[in-house]
């Protein structure tokens, strides 16, 4: 079983500057996936960033970036010139090939909030 | 718009009632999942279909079910309701069961109120 942990369950940033939200996952797999999802207020899940844990470089989109320690089972998402349209819940997701299935496992998230 | 479909959006009903929510995937996408996502257990992985067949079970309780029809639509039925099966139902669908090109593509929800 697969189990993720997100120990911030809010933040808060200043427009313009960077955050970092945190993420700890725990897996017996060796070939597995990270992702992390934003759910603004509209409820819709908007896919940011994703990993493939057999890749060392780090993946980056745009403004977001991931710092990922495999070793330390840790996947960090950084947000560089924060905007306010970043404002919504953040959610780190695992998930691997089991029996030919994606099924994500989803930590409890971190509302971040944008201060203007 | 991810080209994930859910109705309805909204559904208020009784306890003890049974609803169907409806899913309708991504052209050509052949996988569907089913997540639940409530104050009480977070986000929550309940059944994938893929291309007709039950791939992969989560934490479903035995009140529910699904099914995929060969126009591969997914229907998430949810039986003997109670307070506590209020949640938002989100559909994903991906292309294929594989592969990192396997983005899942989320459905805007379905909001399920037992009252």
């Not at chain 1, 997100?6 to 990270?34: G, H, I, K």
């Not at chain 1, 780090?58 to 710092?67: G, Q, Y």
């Not at chain 2, 009784?14 to 986000?43: E, H, I, K, M, N």
Request: net charge neutral.
């Amino acid at each position: 079983a697969q189990t993720v942990t997100q120990s911030q369950p809010e933040m808060s940033v200043q427009e313009a500057e960077t955050v970092t939200l945190s993420c700890t996952y725990d897996t017996s797999e060796n070939n597995y996936y990270l992702f992390w999802y934003k759910q603004p207020p509209s409820r819709q899940m908007i896919l940011v960033i994703r990993q493939e844990a057999y890749k060392q470089q780090n993946a980056t989109e745009n403004r977001f970036s991931v710092n990922f320690q495999k070793a330390a089972k840790s996947f960090s998402l950084k947000i560089s010139d924060s905007q306010l349209g970043d404002t919504a819940m953040y959610f780190c997701a695992s998930a691997y090939s089991g029996a030919g299935s994606y099924q994500l496992t989803f930590g409890k998230g971190t509302k971040l909030s944008v201060i203007p | 718009d991810s080209g994930v479909t859910q109705t309805p959006k909204h559904l208020i009903t009784a306890t003890g009632q049974r609803v169907t929510l409806r899913c309708s995937p991504r052209s050509g996408d052949l996988s569907v999942y089913w997540y639940q996502q409530s104050l009480d257990q977070g986000l929550q992985f309940l059944i994938q279909y893929y291309n007709g067949e039950e791939r992969a079970k989560g934490n479903i309780l035995e009140r529910f079910s699904a099914q995929q029809f060969p126009d591969l639509h997914s229907e998430l039925n949810l039986s003997s309701l109670e307070l506590g099966d209020s949640a938002l139902y989100f559909c994903a669908s991906s292309a294929a069961l594989s592969g990192m090109v396997n983005e899942q593509f989320f459905g805007p929800g379905t909001r399920l109120t037992v009252l």
